[in-house]
């Protein structure tokens, strides 16, 4: 085709455990990039998927000898965003596609609506789909964090997303390290843009979320980039003042009467159990804090590659 757009764009595939659909996504996948760009990429990033998954790559970088594909080899387990940012960091394209998952259930088309949508003048465009196949623990994520967020936009589950080389390059002045890719997009002030589409499956399929490494990000994200934590120690702060108050008319009201009753143990010890559950719950928070601050800012490696192969 002459009409081929000359943007060079990278895509990034994440490769997990589990993984079983990588030959069918990436037939699909290049074959989309070679009938509508001159040069392309794909980096496929393994994170402990397994030989199934790799045998996929192979399998069709042999029926596609003119493919530039990369597979980036993980020292171990690092789980979705520092094995993405592993690739993202690797890709060279003027776009570079994001793919957390080999399972698509949307139509080929869709790849291209991203990529045109982004020519439009937006850095960020995500393909999201119905709400009601994203598991309900992403759904509530997502509405807590869109809640108590600082900036403007507002996070929902995606299939894929395309970022332009500037979003790459402001990403990588926010921080040394990412640890929620998404938070970071939508907090460096460039125009994003959600497209919906109709899927062509039925169901619940993936989720950020499932395991504890994926909460654990979450947990990370609720810290770094809303109001949560903070605003859930002022709330405890004035609850236990409200109780202090409750409790001193208690000890008033107690003196001033005719009758003075041993009793009181019950109230007593209500307000020392709220007490300590606040004291407790602020120290977690706050050692929530230092943790993730420690972590960010004196471990020099983001991620550890154990290889890069070129084929």
Same mark, same amino acid.
């Not at 989720?207 to 949560?228: G, M, P, W, Y």
């Given at each position: 085709?002459d009409?081929?757009?000359?943007n060079?764009?990278?895509?990034?595939?994440?490769?997990h455990?589990?993984?079983r659909?990588?030959?069918?996504?990436l037939?699909?996948?290049?074959?989309?990039?070679?009938d509508?760009?001159?040069?392309?990429?794909?980096?496929?990033? &393994?994170?402990d998927?397994?030989?199934?998954?790799?045998?996929?790559?192979?399998?069709?970088?042999e029926?596609?000898?003119?493919?530039?594909? *990369?597979?980036?080899?993980m020292?171990?387990f690092?789980?979705?965003?520092?094995?993405m940012?592993?690739?993202? /960091?690797?890709?060279?394209?003027?776009?570079?596609?994001?793919?957390?998952?080999?399972?698509?259930?949307?139509d080929?088309?869709?790849?291209?609506?991203?990529?045109r #949508?982004?020519?439009?003048?937006?850095?960020?465009?995500?393909?999201?789909?119905? #709400?009601?196949?994203?598991?309900?623990? *992403?759904?509530?994520?997502?509405?807590?964090? &869109?809640?108590?967020?600082?900036?403007?936009?507002?996070?929902?589950?995606?299939?894929?997303q395309?970022? *332009?080389?500037?979003?790459?390059?402001?990403?990588?002045?926010?921080? #040394?390290?990412?640890?929620?890719?998404?938070?970071?997009?939508?907090?460096?002030?460039?125009?994003?843009?959600?497209?919906?589409?109709?899927?062509?499956?039925?169901?619940?399929?993936g *989720?950020?979320?499932? /395991?504890?490494?994926?909460?654990?990000?979450?947990?990370?994200?609720?810290?770094?980039?809303?109001?949560?934590a903070?605003?859930?120690?002022?709330?405890?702060?004035?609850?236990?003042?409200?109780?202090?108050?409750?409790?001193?008319?208690?000890?008033?009201?107690?003196?001033?009467?005719? &009758? #003075?009753?041993?009793?009181?143990?019950?109230?007593?010890?209500?307000?020392?159990?709220?007490?300590?559950?606040?004291?407790?719950?602020?120290?977690?928070?706050?050692?929530?804090?230092? /943790?993730?601050?420690?972590?960010l800012?004196?471990?020099?490696?983001?991620?550890?590659?154990?290889?890069?192969?070129?084929?």
């Open positions: 085709m009409n081929k757009e000359s060079f764009v990278s895509a990034v595939v994440y490769l455990r589990g993984e659909h990588v030959y069918e996504f037939q699909m996948l290049g074959g989309v990039l070679e509508n760009f001159q040069k392309h990429e794909i980096i496929c990033v &393994n994170d998927a397994g030989s199934e998954a790799l045998d996929g790559v192979y399998r069709y970088k029926e596609h000898d003119h493919a530039i594909v *990369s597979i980036i080899q020292g171990f690092h789980g979705l965003e520092a094995s940012n592993a690739g993202i /960091d690797l890709a060279i394209g003027d776009f570079v596609f994001e793919f957390d998952s080999c399972y698509a259930d949307y080929k088309e869709l790849v291209m609506d991203v990529y #949508k982004a020519l439009e003048g937006y850095d960020i465009v995500a393909a999201l789909p119905p #709400k009601d196949q994203s598991r309900l623990s *992403s759904r509530a994520f997502y509405a807590v964090y &869109n809640c108590f967020s600082h900036g403007e936009g507002k996070l929902a589950t995606e299939r894929f395309i970022i *332009s080389r500037r979003a790459i390059n402001r990403t990588s002045a926010y921080s #040394k390290t990412i640890p929620f890719r998404k938070a970071v997009y939508a907090s460096c002030g460039l125009k994003i843009y959600d497209m919906d589409y109709a899927s062509r499956t039925e169901g619940v399929i *989720s950020r979320f499932e /395991d504890a490494q994926k909460k654990n990000t979450a947990v990370d994200a609720l810290i770094l980039f809303t109001d949560l903070y605003k859930v120690s002022v709330f405890l702060s004035v609850l236990m003042a409200v109780l202090m108050v409750i409790a001193g008319i208690y000890v008033i009201v107690v003196y001033l009467g005719v &009758n #003075k009753p041993v009793e009181g143990w019950t109230a007593i010890m209500l307000v020392m159990t709220a007490g300590f559950f606040a004291t407790f719950l602020l120290l977690t928070i706050a050692i929530k804090y230092l /943790d993730v601050l420690l972590r800012v004196f471990k020099r490696q983001k991620y550890l590659i154990a290889s890069i192969e070129k084929l």
